[in-house]
Protein backbone atom coordinates (compact mmCIF):
# COMPACT_ATOMS: atom_id res chain seq x y z
CA UNK A 1 0.00 0.00 0.00
CA UNK A 2 2.72 2.44 0.77
CA UNK A 3 4.65 1.59 -2.21
CA UNK A 4 1.18 2.61 -4.06
CA UNK A 5 0.71 5.59 -2.38
CA UNK A 6 4.68 6.50 -2.92
CA UNK A 7 4.08 5.93 -6.53
CA UNK A 8 0.96 8.35 -6.86
CA UNK A 9 3.04 10.98 -4.88
CA UNK A 10 5.72 10.78 -7.63
CA UNK A 11 2.83 11.22 -10.68
CA UNK A 12 1.49 14.09 -8.88
CA UNK A 13 4.65 15.84 -7.66
CA UNK A 14 7.73 14.49 -9.42
CA UNK A 15 9.94 17.59 -8.52
CA UNK A 16 11.62 16.06 -5.26
CA UNK A 17 12.04 12.52 -6.91
CA UNK A 18 13.87 14.79 -10.27
CA UNK A 19 16.09 16.58 -7.40
CA UNK A 20 16.80 13.27 -5.46
CA UNK A 21 17.72 11.30 -9.15
CA UNK A 22 19.61 14.58 -10.55
CA UNK A 23 21.78 14.35 -7.56
CA UNK A 24 22.35 10.56 -7.40
CA UNK A 25 23.46 11.27 -11.32
CA UNK A 26 20.96 9.50 -12.49
CA UNK A 27 18.75 10.43 -15.36
CA UNK A 28 16.02 12.80 -13.69
CA UNK A 29 12.85 14.26 -15.45
CA UNK A 30 9.47 14.74 -14.60
CA UNK A 31 9.09 11.99 -16.98
CA UNK A 32 11.58 9.64 -15.35
CA UNK A 33 10.16 10.20 -12.39
CA UNK A 34 6.11 9.89 -13.15
CA UNK A 35 7.19 6.82 -15.23
CA UNK A 36 9.12 5.52 -11.54
CA UNK A 37 5.70 6.27 -9.78
CA UNK A 38 3.79 4.39 -12.19
CA UNK A 39 6.16 1.30 -11.50
CA UNK A 40 5.46 1.63 -8.10
CA UNK A 41 1.90 1.77 -8.63
CA UNK A 42 2.11 -1.24 -10.56
CA UNK A 43 4.41 -3.14 -8.80
CA UNK A 44 1.81 -2.56 -5.37
CA UNK A 45 -1.08 -3.59 -7.76
CA UNK A 46 0.53 -7.15 -8.80
CA UNK A 47 1.61 -7.76 -4.88
CA UNK A 48 -2.04 -7.66 -4.24
CA UNK A 49 -3.38 -9.55 -6.78
CA UNK A 50 -0.96 -11.22 -9.27
CA UNK A 51 0.04 -14.68 -8.86
CA UNK A 52 3.80 -16.38 -8.19
CA UNK A 53 6.53 -13.82 -8.59
CA UNK A 54 4.28 -11.00 -8.23
CA UNK A 55 6.21 -9.51 -5.44
CA UNK A 56 9.55 -9.60 -6.98
CA UNK A 57 8.80 -5.87 -8.90
CA UNK A 58 8.32 -4.48 -5.31
CA UNK A 59 11.50 -6.38 -4.09
CA UNK A 60 13.60 -5.04 -6.84
CA UNK A 61 12.19 -1.61 -6.25
CA UNK A 62 12.87 -1.81 -2.00
CA UNK A 63 16.23 -3.21 -2.46
CA UNK A 64 17.04 0.13 -5.04
CA UNK A 65 15.30 2.15 -1.95
CA UNK A 66 17.36 0.96 0.31
CA UNK A 67 20.50 1.34 -1.70
CA UNK A 68 20.03 4.99 -2.69
CA UNK A 69 18.44 5.85 0.97
CA UNK A 70 21.86 4.23 2.35
CA UNK A 71 24.49 6.53 0.00
CA UNK A 72 22.27 9.14 0.76
CA UNK A 73 22.55 9.36 4.75
CA UNK A 74 26.09 7.97 3.70
CA UNK A 75 26.56 11.66 2.46
CA UNK A 76 27.34 9.95 -0.82
CA UNK A 77 24.24 10.98 -2.45
CA UNK A 78 24.08 15.27 -1.55
CA UNK A 79 20.29 15.27 -0.92
CA UNK A 80 17.72 17.22 1.15
CA UNK A 81 14.50 14.70 0.45
CA UNK A 82 14.37 10.95 -1.01
CA UNK A 83 11.46 11.90 -2.94
CA UNK A 84 9.96 9.23 -1.70
CA UNK A 85 6.18 11.01 -0.76
CA UNK A 86 6.68 13.67 -3.24
CA UNK A 87 7.62 16.32 -0.98
CA UNK A 88 10.62 18.48 -0.15
CA UNK A 89 11.31 17.58 3.17
CA UNK A 90 11.19 13.87 3.50
CA UNK A 91 14.88 13.95 4.58
CA UNK A 92 16.65 10.35 4.31
CA UNK A 93 17.53 8.64 7.22
CA UNK A 94 18.71 5.48 8.98
CA UNK A 95 14.81 5.06 9.78
CA UNK A 96 14.41 5.03 5.78
CA UNK A 97 16.95 2.32 5.68
CA UNK A 98 15.76 0.00 7.97
CA UNK A 99 12.04 0.49 7.05
CA UNK A 100 13.22 -0.28 2.58
CA UNK A 101 15.62 -2.98 4.40
CA UNK A 102 12.92 -4.66 6.20
CA UNK A 103 10.52 -4.66 3.70
CA UNK A 104 12.64 -6.20 1.19
CA UNK A 105 13.76 -9.13 2.98
CA UNK A 106 9.68 -9.67 4.18
CA UNK A 107 8.58 -9.28 0.61
CA UNK A 108 11.37 -11.51 -0.54
CA UNK A 109 10.49 -13.89 1.96
CA UNK A 110 6.63 -14.01 0.95
CA UNK A 111 7.80 -13.85 -2.22
CA UNK A 112 9.49 -17.13 -2.06
CA UNK A 113 7.49 -19.00 0.82
CA UNK A 114 3.74 -18.61 -0.18
CA UNK A 115 2.65 -17.66 -4.23
CA UNK A 116 -0.55 -17.12 -3.27
CA UNK A 117 -2.08 -14.06 -4.19
CA UNK A 118 -2.67 -11.59 -0.87
CA UNK A 119 -6.53 -11.47 -2.14
CA UNK A 120 -6.42 -14.21 -4.00
CA UNK A 121 -9.46 -15.75 -2.38
CA UNK A 122 -10.48 -13.16 0.10
CA UNK A 123 -14.06 -12.43 0.68
CA UNK A 124 -15.92 -9.11 0.61
CA UNK A 125 -15.41 -8.21 4.21
CA UNK A 126 -11.77 -9.52 4.35
CA UNK A 127 -10.89 -7.45 1.55
CA UNK A 128 -12.68 -4.28 3.09
CA UNK A 129 -10.73 -5.14 6.47
CA UNK A 130 -7.38 -5.64 4.61
CA UNK A 131 -7.95 -2.27 2.94
CA UNK A 132 -8.97 -0.50 6.26
CA UNK A 133 -5.65 -2.28 8.07
CA UNK A 134 -3.49 -1.19 4.94
CA UNK A 135 -4.61 2.50 4.74
CA UNK A 136 -3.85 2.76 8.53
CA UNK A 137 -0.15 0.90 8.23
CA UNK A 138 0.24 3.30 5.05
CA UNK A 139 -0.29 6.35 7.13
CA UNK A 140 1.88 4.82 10.17
CA UNK A 141 4.70 4.50 7.99
CA UNK A 142 4.37 7.46 6.34
CA UNK A 143 4.62 9.38 9.48
CA UNK A 144 7.73 6.80 10.16
CA UNK A 145 9.64 7.76 7.38
CA UNK A 146 8.37 11.87 6.67
CA UNK A 147 7.63 12.78 10.23
CA UNK A 148 9.73 11.06 12.53
CA UNK A 149 13.00 12.08 11.59
CA UNK A 150 11.83 15.93 11.33
CA UNK A 151 11.20 15.44 15.11
CA UNK A 152 14.35 13.45 15.79
CA UNK A 153 16.65 16.18 13.93
CA UNK A 154 18.51 18.27 16.47
CA UNK A 155 17.35 21.80 16.81
CA UNK A 156 19.88 24.62 16.57
CA UNK A 157 21.03 25.65 20.28
CA UNK A 158 20.65 21.97 21.65
Not at 4 to 21: E, F, M, R
Not at 81 to 110: K, M, Q
Not at 141 to 153: G, K
Amino acid sequence: MLLGASGIAKVVDPDPTVGALRAANLPSSRLVSRTLGVVEMTAAILGLGGGPGALIPAVVLYAGFTLFTLAAIRGQIPVQSCGCFGREDTPPSLIHVIYNAVATFSLGWVALTDPTPVLASATVSETVLFAGFALVGAYASYLLLARLPLVLRPTVGS
